[in-house]
């Protein structure tokens, strides 16, 4: 059975920087896309960020030039860099699959940017 559990998340000023890690246990993820989704209160959750299993990353454009996605397929672990934070990136965060499986959502991290 496949489970994510991302982690990371917090309060930080605007302008801050935060690094969210999702670590999946299961067989999926050394042959899987990743994706980084992020679900601001009474939005769609939408996607923020992906990367192909060869490491090739793509971004959504309110987030491109200030995140960052990386993956380490060893740990079986995907990254989120996020830099230049601003008020607007609040929301929770949430790793699955590239395109996402419904079965495989977490719990999120919650990233609140606030001054």
């Known amino acids: 059975q496949v489970q994510l559990v991302e982690s990371g998340g917090g309060l930080v000023q605007p302008g801050g920087s935060l690094r969210l890690s999702c670590a999946a246990s299961g067989s999926i993820f050394s042959i899987s896309a990743m994706g980084w989704y992020r679900q601001a209160p009474g939005n769609w959750r939408d996607l923020v960020a992906t990367i192909t299993r060869g490491g090739s990353p793509n971004y959504a454009d309110s987030v491109k030039g200030r995140f960052t996605i990386s993956r380490d397929n060893a740990k079986n672990t995907v990254y989120l860099q996020m830099n230049s934070l601003k008020p607007e990136d609040t929301a929770v965060y949430y790793c699955?699959?590239?395109?996402?499986?419904?079965?495989?959502w977490g719990k999120g991290t919650l990233v609140t940017v606030s001054s």
């Open positions: 699955n699959t590239n395109p996402p499986s419904r079965g495989y």
